[in-house]
């Protein structure tokens, strides 16, 4: 079987070629799950349940982060996040402005929605994050 190469002019393949829009970073998947180096739990951000969650070290000595458990009726992915990416999503935002979730939710698109949420429920019982002051 013989391909065929179909020619086009200049001005049809201009047509033809897609402009890729710029995406957010999608955590990379870790071929091997990170260690757990420290397990702990607490309460979500509107305080009606509790979250389980672990925080661990690749094997490239970066850090992550997954929810394992949730006390309340509120869906969660427990794939590993990276720190890093975490930190880029905040640095994303105006210097001017306090961080919040949303976000976050670059980094959990085609997860549940509750993911940016209990994150930051997770960076806050860390001590990682504090409430504004500004919010009421």
């Known amino acids: 079987m ?3 190469t179909e020619k086009r002019s200049a001005k049809e393949r201009k047509t033809l070629v897609p402009t890729t829009p710029v995406q957010e970073a999608k955590p990379e998947p870790t071929a091997i799950a990170p260690r757990v180096v420290k397990r702990g739990t607490c309460p979500t951000l509107n305080q009606k349940g509790e979250l389980a969650y672990e ?3 690749d094997s490239r000595g970066a850090v ?5 458990e949730n006390s309340g009726t509120g869906s969660f992915s427990d794939e590993w996040v990276g720190f890093r990416n975490i930190q880029a999503a905040f640095d994303r935002a105006p210097k001017s402005e306090p961080v919040s979730a949303h976000m976050l939710y670059p980094l959990f698109r085609g997860m549940s929605s ?4 209990f994150c930051t429920a997770v960076l806050k019982a860390e001590g990682l994050l504090l409430p504004s002051e500004k919010r009421k």
């Open 64 to 68: 992550h982060l997954r929810v394992v």
């Open 2 to 4: 013989k391909a065929t």
């Open 55 to 57: 925080i661990g070290v």
């Open 114 to 117: 509750n993911c940016p949420y």
